[in-house]
C-alpha cells in the first residue's frame, strides 16, 4: 500500500493546461535523427529508444518500472503486464521530437508536447523530450498508462471512474526511491471553484455518447470532478477507513447498475454531492508516497547500440502507429536499403501495408520476416490476419492460419487478439467449436477492456448456437464504445444477432410441421417436372411447389460439415442447370454455385415475402444465411444446399 501526508493547497495561477508544454520552434532537418547515436535499454517490463545517452536511457526505463510499482504496490491484484511491448523513444531535444512528431509543427500555434502515448493493438509507443525541468513533464503519458492497465483488469470500467483514475495516477511525481501520487491538480481546482458541478447522477450515469464526456477537453468539468471523486475515494482517511472504492466496485460489478452502486457505497447521493464540493474547496490535500525499491537496479538493465538500420524500422513502425504513412515509407526504404535482410524492417513494411489494407502484400512482408528469423512474435499474428482478410477460409488455409497463430500464443502466452483470431476460426468447425469458447474465454480474460476482442467473441458465440449469451454481451459492448468503428462493428452484432434469431424461430416453425407430417414451401429453380410448357402465371422460368423436407424428399446431399454464413447477395445467376451466387461479407466477396438449380432450396421467413420466398431477379441487396459445404476449388467457397431470406 501507500503511506498519506498532508499538504497545504497550492497558490493558485491563472489557468494554463499542465499537460503540453510551449515550446520554442528550432530549425530541423530531416537527417538529424540518423547521425544520432541511438542507444536501446532493456528493463524487465520496457524498452526504450535514446538518442540522448545511456545514462538518460536507463533513467527513463527506471522511471516507467517505478510508475508501473505504483499499480502492483498500490493494487497487489490488479494485474499489470500489457501482454505486449511498451517501447518509449526518449529523444534529447526538441529537434528530435520534431522528428518523431513531425504534425505538431505543421500547424502554427499548436501546442507541443513534452510526450504523446501511442497504443496499439500489438505495440504501445510512448515518445518523450528528456531536456525538460518539471516535476511531472509526462502527465499525458502517464495518465494514458494509467487507462492501459486499467483496460487490462476491467471491462466497461465507469467512464468518471476510468478517466478520474487516469487523472490522478497521471499527476504523479516520480523520486529515486518513491513516487507521490495525488498531487493536486491546478486547472482541475480552478475548474471546479469557478463552474457549477455536473449532478452526481448525471456524472455516475454519463457514457462514452455523454454530452458531458470529451476526451479532447481534459479541462472540462467532467474531467475535474471525476478526479475530485478518484482523489477523495483513495486519499480521505475516512473513505479509505470504509474502503469505499473497494466497495462500490464490488457493487457495481454484481449488479451492473452504478447508481444504485454508488447509493448503496456513498449513501444520500445529494449529501455525497455536496461533501464532494466541500472536498475541492478544502484548503489542504493529502498526497499518497509509494515506496519503489524493490523494482531493481537499472545499471542492471541489458543496452545495445542500435544500427541506422535498426533505428530507422523502430521510427517506421512508430510513424505507422501514430498514422504517418510517407514519413514511414520513407524511414522504411532507408531501413531496407541500409539492410536488406533486417526482420524488423519487414515487419515495418508488412504493418504499414497491412495499415493501408493491402493485404497481400502485409503478407508477403511478415513471410520474409519470419523466414529472416524474426524473434518477435506480431509477423505471425499479422500473416495470419493479413490472410484471414480474403474471406472464409478453405481447410487448408485454416490448418496453416491456425499454426501461425499458435507460434503467437507461444512466443506470447499474454496476447489476446491470438486468442480471439483463433477463437473465431475454430468456430468455423463444429469438432472445434469448444476450443473457439475456450480461446474467445482466454482472449476476454486477458483484455477485458479490449472491445474488438468481446465483438469477436459475440460471433463466436453466434456461431456456437449461444444466442442469448451473444445478445448479452453485445448489449454490454454498447455501453462501452467508443470509437465509431467500435460502435459500427457492434452494431453488425446485433444485426445478425437478429438475423440468427429469426432464422431459429423459422427453423423451428418448419420443425414442428414436419414433425406433423406437414410440406414446406420452397423455390425449385427451373420448371418442374409435369409442369406444361407456359403454364406460369408469370412467364418466368421460375415456379413455386411444395414439398416435403429434404431429407424427406430423397434429396442427394453432397457429403462432409454443412456451413453457413450471412451477408448481403451482391450477384446471382439462376438459369437453368447451374449457377452461382456472390455474398458480400464485410465488404469481402464469397463465391458460390449450386449445380442443379432443381435441387437448390431457397426459403424465407422475412415479413416482406409474405411466406413467398422471392425470385432470382429480386434476390441481389437482399440479406441472406447461404448453407453451403465446402469446395476445394479456387474460384469458388462453396457448394449451395440451401438459401435463406430474412
Known sequence: MYSVVIVRRPRFYRFVPLLLAFLTVGSWHATAASKDAWIEVHSPNFTVISNAGEKEARKIADQFEQFREVFHRSFPKLRVDLGKPLTIFAVKNEDS???????????????????????????????????????????????????????????????????????????????????EIGHVSLYHLQVLQQERLIPIESLLMADAQSHYYNEQNRASMFYAESWAIVHYLLLDPEARKRQLLFNFLSTWDASGDQLAAAQKTFGELTNFSKAMEAYARQQTFHVGRVN??????????????????????????????????????????????????????????????????????????????????????????????????????????????????????????????????????????????????????????????????????????????????????AGRIQEVARTPAERENVQQLFTAIASREEYDRGAAAIAERAKHQESIAVVTLGKPAGVPAGNDAQGSSESTKTVAPASAAGVDRPKGTEFAVEGNVASA?????????????????????????????????????????????????????????????????????TIQFF
Open 573 to 641: 445467376d439462376c438459369g437453368n442447370g447451374p449457377g452461382k451466387v456472390t455474398l458480400s461479407v464485410n465488404k469481402t466477396a464469397m463465391k458460390f454455385r449450386f449445380a442443379d438449380s432443381a435441387t437448390l432450396q431457397v426459403v424465407t421467413t422475412a415479413k416482406q415475402d409474405s411466406a413467398e420466398p422471392p425470385a432470382c431477379s429480386n434476390w441481389k441487396g437482399r440479406r441472406v444465411r447461404l448453407y453451403f459445404y465446402k469446395l476445394k476449388d479456387k474460384e469458388f467457397l462453396g457448394e449451395l444446399d
Open 292 to 473: 519503489t525499491t524493490i523494482h531493481g537496479d537499472p545499471k542492471s538493465y541489458s543496452s545495445q547500440v542500435l544500427s541506422p538500420a535498426e533505428v530507422d524500422a523502430e521510427r517506421a513502425l512508430f510513424y505507422v502507429h501514430t498514422q504517418r504513412p510517407n514519413e514511414a515509407q520513407a524511414a522504411l526504404n532507408e531501413a531496407l536499403q541500409a539492410d536488406p535482410n533486417l526482420p524488423l524492417a519487414h515487419e515495418a513494411q508488412g504493418l504499414l501495408a497491412y495499415s493501408q489494407q493491402n493485404f497481400d502484400a502485409a503478407e508477403a512482408a511478415f513471410s520474409r520476416a519470419i523466414e529472416l528469423h524474426s524473434t518477435s512474435f506480431f509477423p505471425y499474428y499479422f500473416a495470419a490476419e493479413a490472410e484471414l482478410r480474403h474471406g472464409f477460409p478453405t481447410e487448408e488455409q485454416s490448418s496453416k492460419l491456425i499454426a501461425l497463430l499458435e507460434k503467437t500464443v507461444a512466443m506470447n502466452p499474454q496476447f489476446a487478439p491470438a486468442y480471439a483470431a483463433l477463437s473465431s476460426i475454430y468456430s468455423m468447425h463444429p469438432e472445434t467449436r469448444e476450443k473457439a469458447l475456450a480461446d474467445g474465454r482466454k482472449a476476454i480474460e486477458l483484455e477485458p477492456g479490449n472491445v474488438s476482442v468481446a465483438t469477436s467473441y459475440g460471433f463466436v458465440l453466434l456461431n456456437a448456437g449461444k444466442v442469448a449469451g451473444a445478445r448479452v454481451l
Open 97 to 179: 521530437l520534431k522528428t518523431l512528431l513531425p504534425g505538431y509543427w505543421e500547424v502554427k500555434g499548436r501546442i507541443h508536447p513534452a510526450g504523446i502515448y501511442a497504443p496499439g493493438e500489438e505495440e504501445h509507443f510512448v515518445v518523450v523530450r528528456t531536456n525538460i525541468e518539471s516535476n511531472n513533464p509526462y502527465e499525458i503519458v502517464y495518465h494514458e498508462y494509467t487507462h492501459a492497465i486499467m483496460n487490462l483488469n476491467f471491462r466497461g470500467l465507469p467512464v468518471w471512474l476510468g478517466e478520474g483514475l487516469a487523472e490522478f495516477f497521471g499527476n504523479s511525481t516520480i523520486h529515486e526511491k518513491d513516487v
